[in-house]
């Protein structure tokens, strides 16, 4: 065979062979990629799973110390409503965003807590005798920094017209110079939340809880009556 052919041949055969090693390497790429994106499925798939549901007799929250508040019953809002919101927690430097889906019947009171992409965080449900809770492992990894019972009064304190006094719990209403209402363990001022509309369903809220440290930015993304 001439020297000139056979070195077209070699040539030939060693692009092949690099064209193949290629060829494997890029295959290697797409079913690592392909195990990484099963593996990143199951884990959020294990870390949206709820951990179980709990339910408790509970009629009072502690919202400082020594201050109980009186849970309302889900009738005493005095409307049926529906809304989304996207709620911005701030504790020890530290932001986590997710989105609530709230619904307040006469019955009862439920709130589900998301991901901005959609992954289950925890639900409860509220009747005015009976508080049922479940949590995923993700709520408890970190995108929740506190106890679904103070979620639970925090709304409450919010969002209810009017609010039962209790032992050293009490509370305060003013329109000027804008729509505000502080909570007090006595006269100790310990919660503060702003609202940006006259009507809380409207417009940002921000609720600061100054004995514990955290802070709640609160926005309504979507509003129904029921």
């Known amino acids: 065979m001439p020297q000139k052919q056979l070195c ?7 692009f092949q062979q690099k064209r193949r090693t290629k060829l494997l390497r890029n295959m290697g790429s797409l079913i690592i990629a392909c195990h990484l994106r099963i593996f990143l499925l199951i884990s959020i798939v294990s870390l949206s799973a709820c951990t ?3 339910k408790t007799q509970k009629k009072t929250v502690e919202i400082a110390k020594n201050t109980w508040f009186t849970l309302q019953t889900p009738n005493s809002l005095g409307s049926s409503i529906r809304l989304v919101q996207q709620i911005e927690s701030i504790y020890q430097k530290e932001s986590h965003v997710f989105i609530s889906q709230v619904e307040v019947t006469p019955e009862k009171l439920t709130i589900v807590g998301m ?3 959609g992954i289950k965080l925890f639900s409860l449900t509220w009747d005015g005798k009976e508080l049922q809770h479940e949590t995923s492992l993700l709520t408890q990894m970190k995108s ?6 103070y979620i639970l009064a925090d709304f409450q304190m919010t969002y209810w017209p009017k609010l039962s006094a209790g032992n050293r719990f009490n509370y305060q209403d003013k329109s000027q110079p804008s729509h505000h209402r502080t909570i007090f363990n006595r006269n100790t001022k310990v ?22 440290g ?13």
């Open 8 to 14: 077209k041949m070699t040539a030939h055969l060693f």
């Open 52 to 54: 179980g549901l709990i």
């Open 115 to 117: 991901t901005p992409m």
């Open 144 to 149: 929740i920094p506190f106890k679904l019972d």
């Open 191 to 212: 919660v503060s939340i702003h609202y940006q509309k006259d009507s809380p369903w409207q417009g940002k809220i921000e609720f600061k809880h100054l004995e514990r």
């Open 214 to 226: 955290y802070q709640l930015n609160i926005t309504t993304l979507q509003f129904e009556n029921l």
